[in-house]
């Protein structure tokens, strides 16, 4: 009863895409936009628990479509593979990337490779890392500061989504000089998928629904290593934000709300310089804030800068869907790099709204 | 700041699109849709009291597409346009209709032109129509049962979106004879953008979320009307089904339970014989019933059925978005037949879920 | 930290209450309840795999108020408690109550003790009882209907919550004879606090929000036991209803709508009659419907009826919230009738609105 | 058909209370509080456009319920009131009041009174108050921090739902000195009916759900100048904060994650030492956050700290109900205090949860 949909004919001119933990919503994310993807084609799935199952028995929403059935991973045949996405939990990944082809390319979407540093990655993960070697080599997913370096890399370590709304308001502003480094709060706001299809009393309908906390308080939540490492290369110095993120009964989004000590119209010019040419990034007007809304199942970013009352203060705003941009998107447009393939193909789709 | 997407660089060889009522959520959604659609260009958007603003100051979710500003319809150029999408208020978009060129192809989103009798037209909307002799142009616009009028059709009537579910259903039961055409029930749950971005009390967020009511009760809803002419022809004789729809907290999405006396089995092989060839509609394994989270802004159509335990009795289920394939979708694929394009263009994207 | 709320000072003129199975969602609704009333002390709450812990670290929401710990149910002196409520687990229930002394009021909150006929239990609930004598002691929980022998039950069992919402619908029409019995379709949409706090993928947030879909079809829910049991009761011969329920995405709340073959004005005026002094049952004007929002966190029920446009033909509605009205708020009525309390006491606030 | 319920059978022993626009979010809330309260009887409601129409037909949720039906200001007869409730828009608050008998106690929920300079008036709400006397008179309604005034008050002033949130976290540490009154930024999330019963587009069902952003971003909101006018008056010099409020697709509650400069532990104590006694505010253990879930629906604050990982910074959050202890439940609390009945009164109920 499945019917191959939307694919070239001649199978031969694209690219064989393999995506190892497909039955984790990042992995069903994957599935959902290479297959509207004109020079991918999925050749394996796999789902350690759910191998031997139709993808479309433990996702519904992909009936109807030409796929892979769920495999184990030592089952997967990587010779005719091009690249595979790793969706694994964080942990294994490092494991099962250790024993993957070495000329196999691979964009990991885990906690796994975000930290250079192995004592950052002990101390924030609380273990040492399986594949320090690989740790070295894997290259910082965050495509718009990373993008040559991308394009040569065999191994690309997706970054958090929560770390990468951050930066997406930080960065060019520590680049620029125009922030003060050690008055940074980064304010999140994020939907509930970025905690996977996990089965938590916290993300029951019933718990979650109607209400808003925060979460990982005390400067506990692991991306805080991210904005370490990211930051203080930029600043040449440490850098050490507070940051505080919040569940919202919604599913998809995050919306950060940045506090900085800088001149507002000088935080927006830096930023607006920065995303001028970029594809994904939208700068609102000055004094506009975004919403999560406008973004959800979209690869793009929306940005805004609002001044406050007291001179030399102000506040950035960005927003993105957690699923897509904060995680598959950025991994496939990253695979398009890899691969040599337009960086937005297939990721051009506007948001889904309402 | 705007940048074209996805588009090709060569628009002649692309249909040029025009959208009258671009500022409702019909209007937006075609929007959305026609933005990854490879052979339509979007050249006029019309918007009577947004006039002069840009489209993604209405909807912030289309900032960074490059289109067409929000004008009036007296302002559109439509000798260059060759296909007209119609998103107006019902009994606005009759009299302007009447008012385009005889030649430019049309398709109406409104209830206008669903009614082919005037009589059944001013019962169910309490007037006479201003553009009778186009009702009797007009060809009823689900696709999968009309198919092949509306290849030739200039103007095409979109079915109401709870219309469409229920005659997914049914269609297929009473054309193969196997459901009693007197006891019909219709119970459906629908989403609330299905009432458009109108200022209601009970379109609130406090007033809808975490809740449920049924609405238009006693046999007042609209859809009625289309639901006795379809059925009525197809059986041969009158049909009067019952029809109840309720409004819940999601913002796309319809659920149809139907029903029907008739063996399931016999019901199911009706079903699966009707929907085997089509791309959009996906029969579930029998015994088991679809979720709108699966069909969420894709334009697919699921389809169950399950026996009940007295012999003789069953209901079939039916999900679909009611923006997408209820409305929108529904139109774009309709103008992909009038305009000789593959019928699926554009509208094969998997749903978005979570 | 924690002071005492509400209590009267001297305890001795209140009634005694445990909680066996306090952790769950009946459990906190009844915890709630209760320490709004002024004639009960809970004295016990148990929760077996969260022994040893407070009340308010497993729902924080009871922070502040005087509670005892949890316990386990061995640990619970029962010499010195009026009336146990027992929200377990179904099955594990009537074990437990075997062990409890035998002049302890019980209000059962579990299916164990809805169905009479141990060959009905078998069948719906797939094991023999463990507890036929107990099963045969109960009486059903419907209070506006076996208030009688509620007064004097020792052990009362508590409705299904859907079964409860249908038979507020059907019970006075079957008695009145105003309905065909054969032609009674009950379809329910229902909140997800229902489910209980069950770590279940569906009732995830991210699976639930934005959508609805049937479940338990095919008869297959085992309210259809109670719906037999009660509804051929009344009629004198077999009722065999269809019930179709649904998931929607609000954590409180059910409504009913049921489709009846029969007379709409004899069918509002039976209804009318019958709750006509029901302190807790409003019937709404007649062709008007009830939200589920109107009644979320009360004890009262909204009930409605409208005519179809077919002669003999009409829809019954009613809303209720699931885990008051239809469960603990049943079983606190209950508690006051057999321990003599007004029957309202403790059960009279207004829903929670919006 | 209405019955009244949960009243002293001798009404001359309550007070005689009429709420002035009874017909919004505010007012209908009040009347949901004082049906449960044992020591004042409801005697007139008021709603202008809605007058002449019953409570039930306006809030169905309050169906059944002895009410006075909503009438005309002046219609109501104030000699036998003995405190009016006033849950009119800004500004009509200010004239409605003025013209009111001079020794009736009021209880205003506007923002008309909650400023005390004119001129601070004047530049957040753009015209000079029409009542200057009355806003010297006016006693801020916050009941912690003012309840001698308030109990002796004629007038009082309900402050802003945002307003109050942030007060809880910060007045004490600005009184211990423990904070830098410099270095305040007040990051607040809530629910969106504090916007009330307006229609607005951006409250539609379809706009809220399922995502989140900031709003009246660059200090414009106007709940900043009780922040100014409350805390310079505690630091006795000018205090300025940052303030920057998000909407979740919440209709309950308030979270506001306040960033401070101070010793984590230090705040802890100022704020448990002030809280310690007071009936409403919880602390919850050093380093837990609340969340707005468990305070759903009651008069309850829940205050958390958490240390940041740099020694000298903090985060305070504290969770609320805005239409009831941020709004109609200290309302009601002052009401109590103003009539010499116990101040908890009414008001002990426990969260909605879930």
């Given at each position: 009863?499945?019917?191959?949909?939307?694919?070239?004919?001649?199978?031969?001119?694209?690219?064989?895409?393999?995506?190892?933990?497909?039955?984790?919503?990042?992995?069903?994310?994957?599935?959902?936009?290479?297959?509207?993807?004109?020079?991918?084609?999925?050749?394996?799935?796999?789902?350690?628990?759910?191998?031997?199952?139709?993808?479309?028995?433990?996702?519904?929403?992909?009936?109807?479509?030409?796929?892979?059935?769920?495999?184990?991973?030592?089952?997967?045949?990587?010779?005719?593979?091009?690249?595979?996405?790793?969706?694994?939990?964080?942990?294994?990944?490092?494991?099962?990337?250790?024993?993957?082809?070495?000329?196999?390319?691979?964009?990991?979407?885990?906690?796994?490779?975000?930290?250079?540093?192995?004592?950052?990655?002990?101390?924030?993960?609380?273990?040492?890392?399986?594949?320090?070697?690989?740790?070295?080599?894997?290259?910082?997913?965050?495509?718009?500061?990373?993008?040559?370096?991308?394009?040569?890399?065999?191994?690309?370590?997706?970054?958090?989504?929560?770390?990468?709304?951050?930066?997406?308001?930080?960065?060019?502003?520590?680049?620029?000089?125009?922030?003060?480094?050690?008055?940074?709060?980064?304010?999140?706001?994020?939907?509930?998928?970025?905690?996977?299809?996990?089965l938590k009393e916290?993300?029951?309908?019933?718990?979650?629904?109607?209400?808003?906390?925060?979460?990982?308080?005390?400067?506990?939540?692991?991306?805080?290593?991210?904005?370490?490492?990211e930051f203080s290369?930029?600043?040449?110095?440490?850098?050490?934000?507070?940051?505080?993120?919040?569940?919202?009964?919604?599913?998809?989004?995050?919306?950060?709300?940045?506090?900085?000590?800088?001149?507002?119209?000088?935080?927006y010019e830096a930023?607006?310089?920065?995303?001028?040419?970029?594809?994904?990034?939208?700068?609102?007007?000055?004094?506009?804030?975004?919403?999560?809304?406008?973004?959800?199942?979209?690869?793009?970013?929306?940005?805004?800068?609002?001044?406050?009352?007291?001179?030399?203060?102000?506040?950035?705003?960005?927003?993105?869907?957690?699923?897509?941009?904060?995680?598959?998107?950025?991994?496939?447009?990253?695979?398009?790099?890899?691969?040599?393939?337009?960086?937005?193909?297939?990721?051009?789709?506007?948001?889904?709204?309402?």
């Amino acid at each position: 009863m499945q019917r191959p949909f939307g694919k070239r004919n001649d199978r031969s001119m694209t690219y064989n895409i393999a995506i190892l933990g497909a039955s984790g919503y990042t992995g069903a994310e994957l599935t959902r936009l290479i297959l509207g993807h004109p020079d991918m084609t999925l050749v394996a799935l796999t789902g350690e628990r759910k191998a031997g199952r139709a993808m479309a028995e433990v996702y519904p929403f992909l009936r109807g479509f030409d796929l892979p059935g769920l495999c184990r991973i030592e089952d997967v045949d990587f010779s005719g593979v091009d690249l595979a996405f790793c969706a694994l939990p964080h942990a294994t990944s490092q494991s099962v990337i250790k024993g993957l082809p070495r000329d196999l390319k691979v964009v990991d979407l885990s906690a796994d490779f975000r930290l250079r540093d192995p004592e950052a990655y002990a101390k924030w993960y609380g273990k040492p890392h399986d594949a320090p070697e690989l740790q070295a080599e894997a290259v910082y997913g965050l495509t718009e500061f990373y993008r040559d370096q991308i394009r040569t890399a065999r191994l690309v370590a997706g970054t958090g989504c929560n770390a990468a709304t951050g930066q997406y308001a930080i960065r060019p502003l520590l680049a620029a000089g125009v922030i003060d480094p050690d008055e940074i709060i980064i304010n999140l706001i994020t939907g509930v998928s970025g905690a996977g299809r996990s089965l938590k009393e916290n993300l029951l309908h019933a718990e979650m629904s109607e209400g808003a906390n925060a979460y990982a308080i005390g400067s506990t939540h692991r991306h805080l290593g991210e904005f370490d490492q990211e930051f203080s290369a930029i600043a040449g110095r440490p850098v050490s934000v507070q940051f505080t993120p919040h569940l919202a009964p919604m599913n998809r989004g995050i919306l950060a709300t940045v506090y900085v000590h800088g001149h507002a119209q000088a935080i927006y010019e830096a930023l607006e310089q920065a995303y001028r040419d970029e594809p994904f990034i939208q700068m609102l007007p000055f004094g506009a804030s975004p919403s999560t809304h406008d973004v959800r199942g979209s690869n793009y970013v929306h940005v805004g800068v609002a001044p406050d009352r007291r001179a030399g203060r102000a506040s950035v705003f960005v927003a993105l869907d957690n699923l897509c941009k904060g995680s598959s998107g950025q991994a496939l447009q990253n695979a398009n790099l890899m691969l040599g393939v337009k960086e937005t193909t297939g990721l051009l789709g506007a948001a889904l709204f309402p």
